[in-house]
């Protein structure tokens, strides 16, 4: 340490990034703490789930990506509480980290409204693991299919349920449908893929509430062209591993899928602040913690209000710009000079993908649907991966799917063991769970 003004950075996703890359050149030195090694760029992580794009091509050693700044130490370490008096993290591995200013950036994950219980049947999706889990069950049920002689068995093997109408929830039947009905068919002998179901429950009156409401439509009818059956209003009540309730009905179902629900990192709870129902820590209109200027809580953290009183959204722009946001207001500090005034969100727009020359883009001023808001969607999350490599490796997947509809990234990789006559992975466990679990493989 050299002495400098020591900026933590807890969470190296979009908004603890962010920071970190505005602070370039500020007389400061800068920790940032991750327990995964790598920067996941998460809104493409539903094509890792269903074979479209390998991990690699959505995550980046974090490490590597300050490999040039001198002024940034990379910790991969998970951080347990914070001894705000004291000013220091406590890390999992019992050892200290003090800091002068912390940025607590430490995203969310999916939550089940208080039935954990069905997690190990329904995984969702925020970490590669997950990704790789799913992608493993989908292709597996497949494979279990062609083994099944029978019939209702075989009906289950092939009934793919997901909970969650949002853009996560209609990217993911999308896909499913368009691998199910497009890549695998001549792969199969005894199953015809092409019969597989793809249901998509949805609590609310509507897919893509977020979105505009002649958007949702056509979402839907997309949907319903790729042959996903889409459930509306009807809350799923049940979760089992052989299926779901849902409507007052019973649907036999061996993969089913979570996108529905989000509980916030226990940032609040390290702090003892103030958060709302799912654990988002209220920050100050400057994105400081009560009580605590020092401390800065951004991304899907932290909640902040807009001045028409309504929540900045949970999503990749909304955390780099209070990550960019924050790093102004330490630099303000540190030369002397006055804060910037609150900070203030621009909303950028919507996008989702359906699935082949499908998307939606929701601007405001104006609204996009089809196959020119599909071109647009790649365009921006190509412009948004990071490295040259992956720009391209990203692009040739997707002209290739595009031209074959052929799917490479088909690869059932498991936490340990082979297949031994039946899943090696058993449904109802987690990744991780298995009392053969050994070194990742993914
Ligand atoms: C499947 C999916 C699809 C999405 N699609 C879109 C989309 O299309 N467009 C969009 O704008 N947004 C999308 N989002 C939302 C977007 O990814 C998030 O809003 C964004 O990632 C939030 O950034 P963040 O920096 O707050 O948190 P994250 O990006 O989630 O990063 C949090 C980081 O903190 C680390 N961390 C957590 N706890 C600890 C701890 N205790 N110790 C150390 N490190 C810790 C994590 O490992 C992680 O690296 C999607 C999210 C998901 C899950």
Redesign the pocket.
């Known amino acids: 340490m050299t002495g400098a003004h020591h900026v933590v950075v807890?969470?190296?996703?979009?908004?603890?990034?962010?920071t970190v890359h505005q602070l370039a050149g500020a007389p400061v030195e800068i920790t940032i703490?991750?327990?995964?090694n790598?920067?996941?760029?998460?809104?493409?992580?539903?094509q890792a789930a269903t074979a479209s794009l390998a991990p690699s091509e959505i995550a980046w050693p974090i490490r590597h990506l300050f490999r040039r700044r001198s002024d940034v130490t990379t910790l991969l370490?998970?951080?347990?509480s914070i001894d705000k008096e004291a000013r220091q993290l406590q890390l999992?591995d019992g050892s200290t980290l003090r800091y002068d200013t912390l940025v607590l950036?430490?995203?969310?994950r999916?939550a089940y409204f208080g039935h954990d219980a069905w997690e190990p049947f329904a995984p969702?999706?925020?970490?590669l693991e997950d990704a790789t889990t799913i992608r493993g069950r989908i292709l597996l049920a497949f494979e279990e299919a062609e083994r099944e002689d029978d019939e209702a068995k075989r009906a289950a093997l092939l009934t793919f349920v997901i909970v969650g109408g949002g853009?996560?929830g209609v990217?993911l039947a999308g896909a499913i449908a368009e691998l199910a009905h497009a890549t695998l068919p001549g792969d199969f002998r005894r199953i015809d893929t092409r019969r597989a179901r793809i249901v998509l429950i949805e609590a609310g009156p509507r897919v893509l509430p977020a979105f505009a409401e002649d958007l949702s439509s056509y979402a839907q009818d997309s949907l319903e062209q790729l042959g996903v059956e889409v459930m509306l209003g009807q809350p799923v009540s049940e979760c089992h591993a052989d299926g779901v309730v849902f409507g007052g009905e019973r649907l036999a179902a061996v993969t089913i899928l979570w996108?529905a629900g989000v509980q916030s990192?226990?940032?609040a709870q390290w702090l003892d602040a103030p958060a709302d129902k799912v654990g988002r820590l209220k920050a100050e209109p400057d994105l400081t913690v009560p009580g605590h200027p020092e401390i800065f809580a951004?991304?899907?953290?932290?909640i902040v209000l807009r001045p028409d009183g309504q929540p900045v959204?949970?999503?990749?722009?909304?955390?780099?710009q209070?990550?960019a946001y924050v790093a102004k207001v330490i630099r303000a500090r540190l030369h002397g000079a006055p804060a910037p005034s609150s900070f203030h969100y621009k909303h950028a727009g919507?996008?989702?993908t359906i699935g082949k020359r499908r998307a939606v883009i929701d601007f405001g001023w104006i609204k996009l649907k089809g196959a020119l808001a599909w071109w647009l969607w790649g365009f921006a999350?190509i412009y948004f991966l990071i490295g040259v490599r992956n720009r391209l490796s990203v692009a040739i997947n997707w002209l290739w799917i595009y031209a074959r509809d052929q799917r490479g990234a088909r690869l059932i990789t498991w936490w340990g063991g082979e297949v031994e006559g039946t899943a090696p992975f058993p449904r109802g466990e987690k990744a991780g769970d298995s009392s053969r679990e050994r070194a990742p493989r993914v």
Not at 10 to 18: C, D, H, K, R, T
Not at 105 to 108: D, E, M, N, P
Not at 313 to 320: E, H, M, Q
């Open positions: 807890v969470g190296a996703g979009f908004g603890g990034l962010e703490v991750d327990r995964r790598h920067h996941l760029f998460q809104p493409l992580l539903y370490a998970s951080v347990e999992g950036a430490t995203g969310a999916h969702g999706l925020k970490t853009p996560t990217e996108a990192s226990p940032a951004i991304g899907d953290a932290a959204p949970g999503i990749a722009p909304a955390a780099k209070e990550g919507d996008l989702a999350h």
